[in-house]
């Protein structure tokens, strides 16, 4: 797994992870924006179930680091991960991310409606509350909707 750091115009902190695997190549990106206070987490490719959960525990690092109470999670071009993975993501790692943040989370998705609404319907929702705080998820079909959704959300 390879690590950069890079500072870019407006962007004070980006950090990128690529690894490769048998499958294919992944890519899991992080930037932080600290006027807009959003982490952006963008990752595509192939990503087995190995790779994925690694994956989301670099995210589950970024938002701990950063205290980030907005994540945009770009999905749309990431492998589709079985049903398993995903209830593992959010039974494990999204609370986690509630539990370290102690104040209300606000997740923007982007992923294709028919992948993300196969996942919702499982969901019981009390695993995405803690100490009267809510990990609130919002699904879009674009990168644009979603941040737009995270700039209107009053969550001071």
Same mark, same amino acid.
């Given at each position: 797994?390879?690590?950069?750091?890079?500072?870019?115009?407006?962007?004070?902190?980006?950090?990128?992870?690529?690894?490769?695997?048998?499958?294919?190549?992944?890519?899991?990106?992080?930037?932080?924006?600290?006027?807009?206070?959003?982490?952006?987490?963008?990752?595509?490719?192939?990503?087995?179930?190995?790779?994925?959960?690694?994956?989301?525990?670099? /995210?589950?690092?970024?938002?701990?680091?950063?205290?980030?109470?907005?994540?945009?999670?770009?999905?749309?071009?990431?492998?589709?991960?079985?049903? &398993?993975?995903?209830?593992?993501?959010?039974?494990?790692?999204?609370?986690?991310?509630?539990?370290?943040?102690?104040?209300?989370?606000? /997740?923007?998705?982007?992923?294709?409606?028919?992948?993300?609404?196969?996942?919702?319907? &499982?969901?019981?929702?009390?695993?995405?509350?803690?100490?009267?705080?809510?990990?609130?998820?919002?699904?879009?079909?674009?990168?644009?909707?979603?941040?737009?959704?995270?700039?209107?959300?009053?969550?001071?």
């Amino acid at each position: 797994m390879v690590i950069e750091n890079e500072v870019m115009a407006g962007v004070p902190v980006n950090v990128s992870t690529v690894t490769e695997n048998a499958s294919g190549c992944e890519e899991l990106s992080f930037s932080f924006l600290e006027e807009q206070e959003i982490l952006f987490v963008n990752w595509t490719g192939l990503v087995p179930s190995k790779e994925m959960r690694k994956g989301y525990i670099q /995210v589950l690092k970024q938002v701990q680091h950063y205290k980030a109470r907005k994540i945009l999670l770009d999905l749309n071009k990431r492998s589709f991960i079985d049903s &398993e993975d995903q209830r593992w993501v959010f039974s494990s790692v999204f609370p986690k991310m509630l539990r370290s943040i102690g104040a209300n989370v606000f /997740v923007a998705i982007v992923l294709p409606v028919d992948l993300f609404h196969d996942l919702v319907a &499982e969901l019981e929702g009390d695993e995405l509350i803690h100490n009267n705080h809510f990990m609130i998820i919002q699904h879009s079909l674009y990168k644009e909707e979603a941040l737009r959704w995270l700039n209107k959300v009053p969550y001071k």
